[in-house]
């Protein structure tokens, strides 16, 4: 757990020292583009995003610390432009997706988890099949919970590339509000290319909105604690509406939910079938 202490007025003040310098130089930069599709303009672009992060009351300290080395990243925006799997039929998706040792295993944590699930289910009213579908899905029960990327960088780069530049940028300061928060340190907050955290491979923004500190610690962390991670899962399904002992294949009200986790229908018809696989006794 990151710890928390009193910072000498000194260093108090050469943050405000330097917070001043990269906003006046940023004041001096009217005419820089809003966003780029190449690395020639990004750092323009960071002097601003630093302007904009400080006036929404994200704290000078981690301004700097989070973004003071920030480079573009070619690698994120190839990736951004490669995404092919969605283009699957429902078959073939679920074919590639899911097998029957992620079932086996899916039903081992369910069995393992009981107590914890039923906790989860009698807070959020979400059954704890469906959050291990999801889990078993995003990162093969934290298998494949990557660690690859910086989600500062990435999303630096994502918010500063054209293609869907206000999302992005909306991620971006909920990442640093994470920081801010004091759940994760930049250091911490590696994960997939795209800015997913942890096991469930939450983005910033519903992290910031859904995730719980279900295990009592004092933190939210989606990356190690298993309580927190299937507890936030349920937050955000019961965040967007699940309701309470209803259906979830397609076609049902809690189905339209699932589609707010992922807006890729292959994908939804993939936790609902897995969960009804897991489901069965």
């Not at 078993?136 to 994502?158: K, N, P, Q, W």
């Not at 349920?234 to 209803?246: D, P, Y």
Request: aromatic share 10%; glycine share 10%; hydrophobic share 40%.
């Amino acid at each position: 757990m990151p710890l928390t202490f009193v910072a000498p007025i000194r260093i108090r003040l050469n943050a405000i020292c330097l917070i001043a310098l990269v906003l006046a130089g940023t004041a001096g930069e009217a005419a820089a583009a809003q966003c780029g599709s190449g690395p020639a303009g990004f750092q323009s672009w960071l002097q601003r995003f630093r302007l904009q992060a400080a006036a929404q009351g994200i704290g000078s300290g981690t301004v700097l610390s989070a973004l003071s080395d920030v480079t573009y990243d070619p690698t994120i925006i190839r990736l951004d432009r490669s995404q092919h799997s969605f283009k699957l039929s429902f078959q073939q998706f679920y074919a590639r997706r899911v097998d029957k040792a992620l079932i086996n295993k899916g039903r081992v944590l369910m069995q393992r988890h009981r107590a914890l699930l039923d906790r989860v289910e009698k807070r959020f009213g979400v059954p704890g099949e469906v959050i291990i579908a999801i889990w078993g899905l995003e990162t093969h029960y934290g298998a494949d919970a990557t660690a690859r990327y910086s989600i500062i960088r990435s999303l630096a780069t994502l918010a500063y590339d054209c293609r869907r530049s206000e999302f992005f940028t909306g991620q971006l300061l909920d990442a640093l509000r994470i920081v801010d928060e004091g759940d994760l340190t930049p250091a911490q907050l590696r994960g997939g290319w795209a800015g997913e955290i942890g096991q469930t491979q939450f983005l910033p923004t519903p992290y910031i909105r859904f995730a719980v500190d279900f295990d009592g610690d004092g933190k939210k962390d989606l990356i190690h604690s298993v309580p927190d991670i299937l507890a936030s899962t349920a937050s955000f399904l019961a965040g967007h509406g699940w309701q309470r002992g209803g259906d979830y294949q397609p076609g049902s009200h809690n189905y339209g939910v699932i589609a707010e986790w992922n807006k890729a229908d292959v994908y939804d018809r993939t936790i609902a079938k897995m969960a009804d696989e897991l489901g069965r006794r």
